[in-house]
């Protein structure tokens, strides 16, 4: 009796070991990178309940699991989802509905374009977006005369690249009340031979902007779910979206709550006395899938429209050095408000001037090292003795390679040839705290992370410009570059506990690409594409 138990035990015992464990999605024949604190690859993974279940090689995760969907990789590179720090996704979704002014090489282009555009949208503002003319042979700002001659009873708004100046038209003038020139804080209206030219920069933009009527819902809905389908297309699973209005807010927590927006949104709300009751009274928003928790200021403008607040005029320019966009005394008192109700400050410098008098701003009131991941957003021109003033109140650099390799045709015309090597110093940034945050800025760059990774480890351009790379010295190296595009992006949105890694009990998202960015050519990691996207181990993208 006791052996036949023995061999009934034994028996069950086998078929135990034989049975396998559900799973969800399994992956396999992959060369993982997991981007956990060892930067170690794997083979294959497990998924369940949105989750990674396990991870190891595919032998083993073969044996012990089996799926609904099973994902033979075929030796392709797997990533965790592609997290962008510094984006605007409401913004993007806007431009999408928008004339395409972006590679334009002209005013004249710009005119055509817009033209074409308002044939098939003839109804209300005439919006466009993306124009530099630093792209244009003749690099001086446009005035709108003609634009005025082409649409006389159409206010018509033309946003910059970098969304720190526009051009508009007589029409958009007049429903903002301008008459003529007004003196402004942190703003200016360009004039000409004693005529407005049409071209706004930084504060004076939202004058003619606050007359824009707002989208519907219906076209909010369209604006956010056109956004998502281009961003899950380019290997993005969370955005940070720098700069909203509560009620933006609200609709997105609305659409993610009716499943009709599955991206996971990381949201600064603007610094506005409105967001700040509203986020005051309510608290920190957080679900797997919205995270709201930081306000986003503007120290100042942009170096392109030459609002970027400099210590030292501008080379090309003797007469200006950009300007603050409020008061010092609104940026002291709004640190000492996020602080006292423990939120995250997220602060806009771009110039020199403006990085120094936000770090000592953020220095005086953080009182040294902390855990609260203040951040200055683009961190562009910094002053060689103020770098340290990052690491003195552990403050978050938070950067976007791709402003490199946009600005590097003419930043030196603009800073000199000694200031500039003190700009876009990722190497040097990421060394205060040991960890850095990568973006895009989008729509002000492309929304692809591939473009990120290579402005940050090769710093040339698509045709290999300049040879060598621009400021080599602070290139980041692959794997510093793929950690800020994931485990060092969640951490700046205090997610890293949560994703930016392949890692049991982490989420599973990750995307699939063609070729092994880290291992490739600078050539090939511009061919690179993004053949599947999951979220929560749901396929939200596959290449056709």
Known sequence: MKSFLYLLSLAFLLSSCGKKEEADVLVYNANVYTVNSKFETAEAFAVKGGKILAIGTSKDIQARYKAKEEIN???KAVYPGFIDAHAHFFGYGQSLQSADLRDTKSWEE??????????????????????????????????????????????????????????????????????????????DMLIENGKLTGVLIDNAVGLVEA???????????????????????????????????????????????????KMRLYVMLSDAEDNYNYLFKRGPIKTD????????????????????CLLHPYSDMPTKTGFLLSAKKHYEEVAQKIAANNFQMCTHAIGDSANRVMLNIYNKVLKGKNDKRWRIEHA??????????????????????THATSDMYWAAERLGPQRVKDAYAYKQLLKQNGWIPLGTDFPVEKISPLLT??????????KGYPKGGFQMENALTPEEALRGMTIWAAKANFEENEKGSLEVGKLADFVI????????????????????????????????
């Open 289 to 308: 899938r919205l995270n709201v928790r930081s306000f986003k200021v503007y120290a100042d403008g942009a170096l392109g429209s030459r609002g970027a």
């Open 73 to 75: 990789a075929d030796g």
């Open 211 to 261: 007359k824009i009527p707002p989208p519907d819902a219906k076209l909010a809905e369209k604006i956010l779910t056109d956004a998502q389908a281009n961003c899950f297309a380019a290997g993005l699973t969370t955005i940070d979206d720098c700069g909203l209005g509560y009620e933006v807010v609200e609709f997105i927590e609305k659409l993610q709550n009716e499943q009709k927006l």
């Open 380 to 401: 562009q021109v910094v002053n060689n003795s103020d770098f340290n003033l990052f690491g003195k109140a552990s403050i978050v650099p938070s950067v976007q390679p």
């Open 513 to 544: 690409l063609d070729n092994d960015i880290l291992k490739s050519s600078p050539k090939n990691i511009l061919k690179t594409k993004v053949l599947k996207t999951f979220l929560n181990g749901e396929k939200v993208y596959e290449a056709k």
């Open 453 to 462: 990774f290579y402005a940050a480890t090769v710093r040339e351009d698509a």
């Open 110 to 187: 710009v005119l055509e374009r817009l033209v074409s555009f308002a044939k098939t949208h003839p109804d209300g503002w005439l919006i466009g977006g993306g124009w530099d003319q630093n792209d244009w042979q003749d690099k001086a700002f446009p005035n709108n005369e003609k634009l005025t001659s082409l649409f006389p009873t159409r206010p018509v708004f033309l946003n910059r690249v970098d969304g720190h100046a526009a051009v508009v038209n007589q029409k958009a003038l007049d429903a903002a009340g301008i008459k003529g020139e007004q003196k402004l804080v942190g703003g």
